[in-house]
């Protein structure tokens, strides 16, 4: 190849910054869930006490947040405990539908580490996945708007940084 050719090898460029910056972060993350999830695993499922002392609790705080006006708060604290109990119910399947997705997440990062372009594309199909899990045992009523919004949010802020890097990807 003549040096004024313009293919350039790509891997012969160091890793972009902002690309290390990106993986390090989802790195940091998937570790922090993993463990969330094997911790979650060690101790198992609520006990059915517990399931009735968290309705008590949500009463008790549903009753203040009337009282002082946040009646709009109190239909969301309600989604969260049914969307708890739901994914307390399906508790194994849905922790190992969550250890699948981290699994996939740190596959597709990986290979962006690497400089392999696959792996935008399963970072993609994981973010997907973990922002669609929670509907596999949850029903949709009992999934607050906000946290849907706010995990594509989150994705879409990553996946369109990480597209930044593409040039880099082969």
């Not at 190849?1 to 160091?14: G, V």
């Not at 972009?16 to 869930?33: A, D, E, H, K």
């Amino acid at each position: 190849m003549e040096e004024n050719s313009p293919e350039i090898n790509l891997h012969s460029e160091p890793r972009p910054r902002l690309l290390t910056v990106l993986c390090i972060l989802s790195f940091i993350s998937l570790g922090m869930s993993f463990v969330s999830v094997v911790a979650s695993l060690f101790f198992g499922p609520s006990s059915a006490t517990e399931i009735e002392q968290q309705r008590i609790d949500l009463l008790e705080l549903s009753e203040t947040m009337r009282s002082t006006g946040l009646s709009d708060a109190v239909e969301a604290f309600e989604q969260i405990q049914r969307m708890n109990e739901a994914l307390n119910y399906h508790f194994y399947a849905a922790s190992a539908v969550s250890i699948a997705l981290v699994i996939l997440g740190f596959y597709g990062v990986l290979n962006m580490w690497k400089g392999n372009k696959i792996g935008f594309h399963v970072y993609i199909i994981y973010n997907l996945a973990a922002i669609g899990n929670l509907y596999l045992f949850v029903s949709p009523t009992d999934i607050p708007t906000y946290a849907v919004i706010w995990g594509v949010l989150i994705a879409a802020i990553f996946v369109m940084l990480y597209a930044r890097n593409l040039k880099w990807l082969r």
